[in-house]
Each structure stands twice: as structure tokens, then as C-alpha cells.
């Protein structure tokens, strides 16, 4: 996605030779007039499935997710990290590592709002090993949803995650794919090349 890339490159701040600062358009201020053209791209790629939820996580994948639901008219339910006051049972949890972080989130989120007639697309902010991506899968599955498939606004496409879950089979569509963040500059895939 043209807008994106330009947006990473020109605001993007490369922290090292695996991390992507982008805290001025979608990890602490968010654009929203990037963030409409993130949602109706998502909605074009996956416009040949039917979609009845979108599933993220907290924080950043809120926004992404949200102006997909605003676009297709969907539901958006967040996985939540911290335990709240309020959900307490009657829950689908799962556990979710961050390499990046090295911390490991127990996830979860209301058997109110996943069940088995869902079809659900994932939505996430970045895809690096894959995690999120997995614990949200879990949770698709102990609500015996279907996945239609994942959309991703930064893949770091030098990391396994979109690989492994490419070789699951799952349908993953990310709007930019960094090859490389070398020498302190943003190396994009062309789309289709891997
Ligand atoms: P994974 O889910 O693909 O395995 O990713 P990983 O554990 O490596 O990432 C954990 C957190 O770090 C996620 O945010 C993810 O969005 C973020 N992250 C990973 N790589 C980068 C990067 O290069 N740049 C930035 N800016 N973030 C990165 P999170 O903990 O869920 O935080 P948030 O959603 O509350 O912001």
C-alpha cells in the first residue's frame, strides 16, 4: 500500500536492525486518514469473504481493525492482556509470548462475543514471530469460529511468523512487507515476492 510505505519511510524511525518505530501514525498517535485507507484495503483484498467479526488485540490493533469494521459494517472484538474488573469468567484465554518484549500476556475474551457461527478475520499491527497471531487463532478455535484469514499493516517480513503461518496455510494479507531494516533504512518486498 503506496500511502503506508511512504508514511513508514518518511516517519518511521529504524531503532535497530529488527525494530520499526512508527509511534506517529499507529503505536501512540494514530492518523486516521491513513488508518480509512488501511480499512478499505483490508476490505478489498478480503471482499470475496463473507465476514461476521473482526478479531484484534490490544493496543495498536484496535485502530487498524476498526475502520475495517467501519468499511464492512463488522463488529470488532479486542483481546484484552490485563485481566479486567468486569470480564472475569466465561472467558477464552490464551497465552501469547512476545519476543520483542520478552514478556508472555495471558489474552482473553468474552464467550459473548465469539461463537461457532462467526466467520472472523484477525487484524493485527505488525506480524514479527507470529504470536498474537497464533494466541488469536487459539481463540477463533475454542469458540469453534471460522478464520477466514489475517490482515497485517507491517510485516517484518525478515521474521518467521508470516512464513510459518503461510506454511499453516492461513491466508495472511499485509499491506507493507519489510525485508530489511539494515544500515539503519526500510527495504520493502514488491508484492508477490517473498
Ligand atoms: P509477534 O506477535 O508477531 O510474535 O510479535 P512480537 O511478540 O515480536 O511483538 C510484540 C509486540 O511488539 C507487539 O505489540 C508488536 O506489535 C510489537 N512489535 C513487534 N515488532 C515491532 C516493531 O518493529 N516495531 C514496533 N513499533 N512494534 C513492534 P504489543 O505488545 O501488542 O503492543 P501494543 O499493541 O500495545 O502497541
Not at 520478552?102 to 489474552?107: K, S, W
Not at 487484524?123 to 489475517?150: M, P, R, S, T, Y
Amino acid at each position: 500500500m503506496k500511502l503506508l510505505k511512504e508514511k513508514m519511510v518518511k516517519e518511521g524511525k529504524v531503532l535497530s536492525e529488527t525494530i520499526l518505530k512508527v509511534d506517529s501514525f499507529l503505536n501512540h498517535q494514530i492518523d486516521p486518514l491513513l488508518m480509512k485507507e488501511v480499512g478499505d484495503e483490508f476490505a478489498n483484498r478480503y471482499a470475496d469473504q463473507i465476514i461476521t467479526k473482526i478479531l484484534t488485540i490490544e493496543s495498536s490493533g484496535i485502530a487498524p481493525a476498526t475502520f475495517l469494521g467501519l468499511t464492512i459494517g463488522a463488529p470488532v472484538v479486542f483481546a484484552r492482556k490485563r485481566k479486567s474488573l468486569t470480564l472475569t469468567d466465561h472467558l477464552y484465554s490464551s497465552k501469547v509470548h512476545s519476543f520483542t518484549k520478552n514478556e508472555t500476556n495471558e489474552i482473553s475474551v468474552s464467550k459473548n462475543f465469539l461463537s461457532a457461527d462467526d466467520n472472523i478475520i484477525i487484524i493485527d499491527d505488525f506480524l514479527a514471530n507470529g504470536e498474537a497471531v497464533k494466541g488469536l487463532l487459539d481463540i477463533a478455535q475454542q469458540a469453534g469460529a471460522q478464520v477466514v484469514g489475517v490482515g497485517i499493516v507491517i510485516e517484518k517480513g525478515f521474521q518467521e511468523g508470516g512464513k510459518l503461518l503461510r506454511e499453516k496455510g492461513l491466508r495472511i494479507e499485509s499491506l507493507a512487507r519489510i525485508k530489511s531494516l539494515a544500515g539503519g533504512k526500510i527495504e520493502f518486498f514488491e508484492d508477490g515476492e517473498y
